[in-house]
């Protein structure tokens, strides 16, 4: 056996022991990571203390580009929900429009209200609007829900700050602004074929209506007496699209100022998605939060709510990121580089397909991508024309791919549904399949405009 084949042997045989310990062992994905992560470098004959070493500078290579704009995209997310912004947008975008305009709108308003927060929030907020809407109605719950869920996975698997596309516009050096940009011309089209079109096409097959009087209890909003005002809707918008708007205008700027000049430094402030996203959340801070009557206790309760559920997937992120890091240690990333050349695979649908099947093993879109970008980082110096803002979305796309019984998205849209398993896979996971292959081909025709 080649002796320079001996470390890309290795680091598959990583890959699989890293499957092998999420799937059939149950070890939490941060603990598979870093087991994975270190045997690579020890069977490459490492020393342990280097080891560490490598690992512990690529957690927190990812994270000092991934963890605050994550952190503060979830604190935007918890002002936006805990001050009855969402609920605002949500219920201003249903209002009392026809019955057949009810998937329509509420694709829209949950592809908005996804922007800034994490799916499982922003889902478990909107289900019982989705009761009260097929209700009031008289609609089959999934005629509501279906297109609810399409929106916000939209913006949970192509849209930054959400974990897996920031985590590969960190990896792959790629631009946030751009990111954002190109992921809003795929997330459009894809959630209307995903929320209005496909619903009514999959309606014979949603089976039985359920129950709608066992809604699940709503998370309770704010109280009447708590408020000195109601939510602006337009301020609750303003709040959703600034910190995307801010970016795609410093995008923009720095690309048509000269360098140097007042213009151009404030343009570059703003295509930082950190300062842009704290600029979010202050003006969130004050336009729904104290503005409604919110103190500043109560305020600080909504940002650690949404907090909450943030730690397992940063320490994913670190941890992806360290994995990453131990390839570049054993030189698999040259090899990669030095390989890839000669591939007849377009790289874009080789990130796609690496993302995929690991998103079909692992289950986690997150760990699928933080694995995934470890492997297909290289494939940006080997294709020097190859913008790194596509690979960001080709591999979150592919990240997204067939969720099945190891994704809790799977479990989650199951349960609050009141779905059987085949119900669920007859919904759901062909939603999710359809949007991942909706989003390769935007990301392939992007990709030939662009180029």
Not at 296 to 303: P, S, T
Not at 424 to 430: D, E, I, K, M
Request: aromatic residues 8%; hydrophobic residues 55%; contains cysteine.
């Amino acid at each position: 056996m080649s002796a320079e084949l001996t470390p890309l042997l290795l680091a598959a045989g990583a890959i699989v022991v890293l499957i092998v310990l999420i799937t059939k062992m149950k070890l939490h994905p941060f603990l598979a990571l870093m087991i994975a992560a270190l045997g690579l470098g020890f069977a490459n004959g490492i020393a342990p203390g280097e080891t560490a070493e490598h690992f512990q500078t690529g957690f927190g290579d990812a994270l000092s580009d991934t963890g605050p704009v994550i952190g503060l995209g979830t604190i935007l997310g918890g002002i936006l929900l805990g001050s009855g912004g969402a609920d605002r947008i949500a219920t201003a975008f249903i209002g009392t429009r026809p019955v057949k305009w009810i998937p329509a709108a509420i694709a829209a308003a949950a592809l908005l209200i996804g922007m800034p927060h994490l799916f499982d929030v922003s889902f478990v907020m909107l289900v019982p609007l989705v009761y009260a809407v097929a209700k009031r109605t008289g609609s089959h719950l999934l005629f509501v829900g279906l297109p609810m869920a399409a929106g916000l996975y939209v913006s949970h698997g192509l849209l930054p700050p959400h974990p897996a596309p920031t985590l590969a516009v960190a990896a792959y050096d790629a631009n946030t602004g751009m990111t954002i940009f190109f992921g809003l011309v795929i997330a459009i089209p894809a959630a209307i074929i995903c929320g209005p079109v496909l619903t009514p096409l999959l309606a014979r097959w949603f089976g039985p209506a359920p129950d709608l009087d066992k809604s699940p209890v709503p998370d309770p909003g704010p109280a009447e007496g708590e408020l000195r005002r109601p939510v602006s809707l337009v301020l609750a918008l303003i709040t959703v699209v600034l910190p995307a708007g801010l970016m795609l205008i410093g995008t923009l700027g720095t690309s048509m100022t000269a360098p140097g000049t007042w213009a151009n430094v404030l343009f570059e402030a703003c295509d930082t998605p950190v300062l842009s996203l704290l600029a979010a959340v202050v003006f969130a801070f004050f336009a729904l939060g104290v503005r409604s009557g919110f103190g500043f206790a109560k305020l600080q309760k909504m940002a650690a709510k949404g907090l909450g559920p943030v730690g397992a997937i940063i320490l994913i992120l670190g941890a992806g990121g360290g994995l990453k890091e131990m390839l570049s240690a054993t030189e698999v990333d040259k090899l990669i580089t030095q390989y890839a050349v000669d591939w007849a695979v377009p790289p874009l649908l080789l990130a796609w397909t690496v993302a995929a099947l690991l998103r079909i093993c692992l289950g986690s879109a997150t760990v699928a991508t933080a694995a995934a970008t470890g492997i297909v980082a290289p494939l940006v110096a080997a294709y020097p024309g190859l913008s790194p803002e596509l690979l960001v979305l080709a591999t979150a796309s592919g990240a997204v791919m067939l969720s099945h019984v190891n994704d809790s998205g799977f479990w989650l849209f199951k349960e609050y549904f009141q779905l059987s398993v085949s119900q669920t896979f007859r919904t759901w996971t062909l939603m999710l399949s359809l949007q991942s292959l909706l989003s390769l081909g935007g990301v392939l025709l992007l990709s030939a405009l662009v180029s």
